[in-house]
């Protein structure tokens, strides 16, 4: 027992005496000093070591790409349950129209239309720009006359116009020239007050009257598509026309 005590001191002697050593030729630069504690890596190797290890480095950028990942598969899907309009119709009048009865108008119209995009499906959009023209709706008015502008300035899809004769005399004002709809508006009759009565939202204003976008002698002239769409809208305008003396003179029968 005596002995291997003294053993292990004669080791811990010899370490001692090497480690000075060492230490001589690092300060004299005959050696090269070991790399500090904290530059020496710790390699992982548990599985639960290996993840937390993982995690610590990868995590923004694994947060970064689901995020991506979930805003994507949103827009994706979507776009996937997006209805594809074949038609889209301004409704513009200074008596507000709820959003549930622009659906009847739509409802309306596509009795009339036909599937444009080949969808299998007639689906016409109402862009409703209605307001109740009073000082205390103002922001709202001004919320919707901007709609309308836009919708002017950049809709090449928009050919049929719903007014009122105030929104219909609006338009006098910013035309140069030619009008900006087409002849003398169509007034709407009995055939479309009564199919858009219905669901409790009770009755459209009256002297709703609908016309055609004009596109000859415009910036929408040269575009295939803007005439495509004035051609439809068109062929629904005399559509309704026809209807409605139909009803007209069943009447009077």
Partial sequence: MAEKKTNEIIEEQRRA???????KKMQHGE?????KPSEVAIVPKTPKEKWD???????????????ITVVVAVLVAQ??????????????????????????????????????????????????????????NSQY??????????????????????????????????????SFLEDEPYKLGSDFYEATADGGWGELPEGLTISCRRVNGTT?????????NYDAAQEILEKIKAAEKGTEETAEQ
């Fill in 31 to 35: 050696m090269e000093a070991p790399p």
């Fill in 141 to 178: 008015s001004y919320t919707m006359m901007t709609k309308l502008q836009s919708t002017i300035a950049a809709d090449r899809n928009a050919m049929l116009y719903i007014t009122d004769e105030k929104a219909y005399d609006y338009f006098d004002t910013i035309s140069k020239g030619e």
């Fill in 17 to 23: 005496r090497q480690e000075f050593l060492d230490l």
């Fill in 79 to 136: 776009c996937a349950t997006r209805t594809a309009y074949d038609y889209e119709v301004v409704l513009f009048s200074y008596t507000s129209v709820l959003d549930e009865q622009a659906d009847k108008i739509a409802d309306y119209i596509e009795k009339y239309a036909e599937d444009m995009n080949g969808d299998g499906e007639v689906n016409v959009q109402i862009i409703n720009c209605s307001f109740t023209d009073s000082a205390a």
């Fill in 53 to 67: 290890n993982f995690w610590f480095q990868y995590k923004w950028y694994v947060i970064a790409i689901t995020a």
């Fill in 220 to 228: 929408l002239d040269k575009s295939d598509e803007a005439k495509e």
